[in-house]
């Protein structure tokens, strides 16, 4: 019985763990779930899970946007302009920033639907809602509400400008350099950074296959970031930067 007892302890620590790692505020939640619905009640699993949804939900959508302006972060406002690739970005409080980067994404949605009015600026992973220094992996630097993913825009073999992306989470489908260009993956994982190109585990499968990176488009929205005096740094790979003239 301890053996069994100890087991689901550690069962428990580490779905705590990992919901912490995905979401940060899921372990907490996950646990609470534990303390409130004993295991000696009636159907005590369904209860806890049932629990947990709900705490979870409630947190992550009413209670999380109204506390994280607290330690600095402000959950991102989708629009006809601006909108998260994946809903899991929302589900998983991967979607705050600082207010001075809230302000540089409205300035740069704002100017690039002038130009394209039927393009919306896409942003993938920013940040968790609390504490700075806390990881948000598998980012290296995403703990500050300061880093934020932004997507390519793409265009259809006709040409036609669309807010599709190649892979479902956004990530994972890259522009390979030609074999005149610079090989940043190959460059780096030579060097024995074997993780630098594993983002193609976790495209959570792909469904528009067929599209291609508009270089003006995607050019003009980097520019319209870059010549934002708040922006200090963007990082694109190297045969990217060459190949649109950046």
């Not at 946007?65 to 989708?78: C, D, L, M, S, Y």
């Not at 300035?107 to 394209?116: H, R």
């Not at 030579?190 to 959570?204: A, E, M, R, S």
Request: some cysteine; hydrophobic content about 40%.
């Amino acid at each position: 019985m301890l053996i069994k007892s100890f087991i689901k302890r550690i069962i428990h620590l580490f779905i705590s763990v990992v919901l912490t790692v995905i979401t940060q505020i899921g372990g907490v939640i996950y646990l609470i779930s534990l303390l409130i619905i004993s295991k000696k009640s009636s159907k005590y699993k369904l209860k806890r899970t049932l629990f947990f949804i709900f705490l979870y939900l409630t947190s992550t959508f009413l209670i999380v946007p109204k506390v994280a302006p607290i330690f600095g972060r402000i959950q991102i406002e989708n629009n006809k302009q601006l909108q998260a690739h994946n809903f899991i970005t929302k589900l998983f409080n991967r979607n705050y920033v600082t207010p001075k980067m809230a302000a540089v994404l409205t300035t740069v949605s704002l100017s690039m639907q002038k130009e394209y009015p039927t393009i919306k600026v896409v942003y993938l992973d920013a940040n968790f809602p609390f504490i700075n220094g806390f990881p948000l992996l598998p980012h290296l630097s995403h703990n500050d509400g300061k880093k934020i993913d932004i997507s390519f825009v793409y265009q259809t073999k006709k040409g036609i400008l669309t807010n599709l992306k190649p892979s479902n989470s956004g990530y994972g489908i890259f522009v390979s350099p030609t074999k005149y260009e610079i090989n940043q993956t190959k460059i780096c994982k030579k060097k024995g950074f074997w993780q630098y190109d594993f983002t193609k585990y976790l495209t959570l499968s792909s469904f528009n296959t067929d599209l291609k990176l508009s270089k003006k488009a995607t050019k003009n929205i980097i520019n319209q970031i870059l010549k934002n005096d708040a922006v200090s740094k963007l990082f694109i790979e190297p045969h990217l930067k060459s190949r649109l003239k950046l």
